[in-house]
């Protein structure tokens, strides 16, 4: 299954400040069945894996260069 992923951070938000030692997650909706899970980042790889807690679809987001300061998103 394929997921599109959709920026929820509303525009001049600003990021939010993180203790740097704890291990990196985002934040998604799952459209599939309406729940929110944090997604963490694969140890030692520059992208983000999870699966939706209710349906188990899988969702991967890679980062980019540029890089992003939304924690946010929704796959549907």
Avoid: N
């Avoid at 459209?31 to 520059?46: K, L, N, Q, T």
């Amino acid at each position: 299954m394929s997921l599109d992923l959709y920026d929820e951070t509303p525009a001049g938000h600003p990021a939010v400040q993180r203790d740097r030692s704890a291990r990196p997650y985002i934040s998604i909706f799952f459209e599939c069945c309406r729940v929110y899970s944090r997604v963490y980042r694969w140890p030692g790889e520059p992208r983000y894996l999870g699966r939706c807690p209710r349906c188990l679809a899988q969702v991967e987001v890679r980062v980019g260069a540029d890089g992003t300061s939304c924690r946010f998103f929704r796959a549907g």
